[in-house]
């Protein structure tokens, strides 16, 4: 079974970018079927606000992972919205125009539901990207708590995608939004998730395709951070139907991101 | 095939797992390899008092022998000698599992010296379940942090002959552990980086490290495939798959 690993980190806090550290990681991930990885770089590299510069150095890791293997990194690029207009446009066209950026990818930079929000919807718009935002559920938890202006909640990332609805959106970490996320994003037709991150509880991938369908739901690890063997086994492991499986693992991002 | 050394049986309120029977559940974890496990009750970990769900627990599990059953006790209960005297009575048990975090006590409780000692007296293992689920994705009705690792640290150095079995214990907090005691060992069900064994290993030899799937609330098949493929040497698999298991817990 081929699968595509829509949301790595191969690059993470500046380690990993060895082209010996990137050929094991390659031959890792083709041991376990992985046919190719979207790299969404190091995004927590300089804190939470990069600069436009340190969004370039960032993305320029992206570029430096495909150089070594084109045919298995594409990548997203990363951009910070609180930058401006003129920043955000620049630097999503200079990913688009050196390294083939697929998609646009948000970090803790701001609030998914922020008015800046408003360039990343030209950029996605004017470059045909899907926008990929990092989701996690901050109501009422335990553990470690993320500011909310900086944390997009499942709420504030339906709400960029209500007001942008031209725009395609994949609400990243589908462990972290978990059950309510989910219903969330239901009625939204322009809001994918990605299966990224946290620990595989069970029953959040059957839930996933129940409300949503398989073509809204994408593969994705968050390597390093989890284990891919696991992130597909709770894919492989799941209660669905071997069609939607395959979705999930790699014809949906195949679509998107026209691999074929 | 491995032994699962953190397994549960019955309802939790959180999220729509399949409802296993015994006989189901073990079903399902042998379809991933598994062909035995070390269970507990769920139903237990929200009652104030864990026996009535122990004893349906070893009614359920008692005609599914590859299901062995590991009661769940509060120490802190008056009750607590009570509650191991029945276990012993009703079926021959190897360990018990305790759930400081919710059953709402710490490990310096008073307690703890003679529930140690009648553990001992009567060669039962210890189970300290640090964490069932991931604070920072949990239900907002269940406000709980996992069991400190400097709580753990102070009990290990308190027992030193002891050498509890840690579930549910997260990969940064284990690796801590490691470097201050020896004492313990603990299982793989939550931890998780990438090439986690490769990592653990470390710090800590395959000698104390068990497979604990966490069942049914992680996904088994995940679980499994954390050791069935990791980079580390067959050797090291069939110590943290069964070998440790089977003498940790005499099986």
């Known amino acids: ?260 | 095939m491995h032994i699962d050394s953190n397994t549960y049986l019955g309802h939790w309120p959180f999220a729509p797992l399949p409802s296993y029977t015994a006989g189901k559940f073990a079903s399902h974890l042998t379809d991933h390899g598994i062909q035995q496990a070390l269970v507990s009750p769920l139903n237990a970990v929200f009652l104030p008092d864990p026996m009535p769900a122990n004893r349906k627990m070893f009614t359920a599990v008692k005609p599914t022998p590859a299901l062995i059953p590991v009661p769940i006790i509060n120490p802190t209960l008056g009750t607590w000698q009570d509650q191991i005297d029945e276990c012993l009575h009703l079926a021959p048990i190897r360990a018990v599992k305790i759930l400081p975090n919710y059953h709402n006590y710490r490990l310096t409780h008073r307690q703890f010296e003679p529930f140690m000692e009648t553990l001992a007296t009567n060669k039962l293992k210890l189970i300290l379940n640090v964490r069932l689920n991931d604070e920072r994705t949990q239900y907002f009705a269940l406000n709980l942090k996992g069991v400190p690792q400097t709580d753990i640290a102070k009990f290990l150095k308190h027992y030193p002959t002891s050498h509890p079995l840690l579930t549910g214990i997260f990969r940064p907090e284990l690796k801590q552990l490691a470097s201050q005691c020896e004492n313990f060992s603990a299982d793989i069900s939550f931890c998780e980086w990438r090439n986690t064994l490769v990592d653990l290993l470390t710090v800590l030899p395959p000698q104390r490290l068990l497979l604990g799937t966490c069942s049914p609330l992680l996904s088994t098949r995940g679980q499994v495939d954390k050791l069935n493929l990791a980079g580390i040497p067959k050797k090291s698999k069939t110590l943290i798959g069964s070998t440790n298991a089977k003498r940790f817990f005499h099986l």
């Not at chain 1, 994949?170 to 972290?176: F, K, P, R, V």
Request: with cysteine.
């Open chain 1, 1 to 260: 079974m081929r699968i595509f690993d829509i949301h790595t980190h191969p690059i993470l806090m500046g380690s990993g970018a060895k082209p010996e550290e990137i050929k094991q990681l390659y031959t890792e991930g083709k041991a376990l079927g992985i046919v190719g990885m979207n790299s969404l770089g190091d995004v927590s590299f300089y804190g939470h606000c990069p600069d436009a510069g340190q969004c370039a150095k960032i993305n320029d890791g992206n570029g430096h992972l495909q150089r070594l293997f084109p045919d298995f990194f594409t990548s997203f690029c990363h951009l910070n919205p609180t930058l401006g207009e003129r920043v955000v446009m620049k630097e999503a066209e200079r990913c688009v125009t050196n390294f083939n950026s697929k998609g646009i990818k948000l970090e803790k930079t701001n609030n998914a539901s922020a008015s800046c929000m408003k360039h990343i919807a030209k950029a996605a718009r004017e470059f045909n990207l899907p926008v990929l935002q990092h989701t996690w559920t901050v109501h009422g938890i335990a553990g470690r708590r993320v500011p909310r202006s900086i944390q997009s909640d499942p709420t504030d990332t339906a709400t960029f995608a209500r007001r942008h609805p031209e725009v395609k959106v994949i609400m990243a970490h589908l462990t972290g939004f978990g059950f309510r996320g989910i219903a969330e994003v239901k009625h939204l037709p322009n809001v994918s998730i990605d299966t990224s991150a946290g620990y595989p509880e069970e029953g959040l991938i059957e839930y996933a395709v129940e409300q949503l369908g398989a073509d809204r739901v994408y593969y994705g690890s968050d390597l390093p951070i989890r284990e891919q063997s696991v992130t597909i086994g709770r894919i492989l492991g799941a209660r669905i139907t071997p069609k939607d499986r395959q979705k999930i693992l790699y014809d949906n991002a195949a679509i998107l991101l026209g691999l074929n």
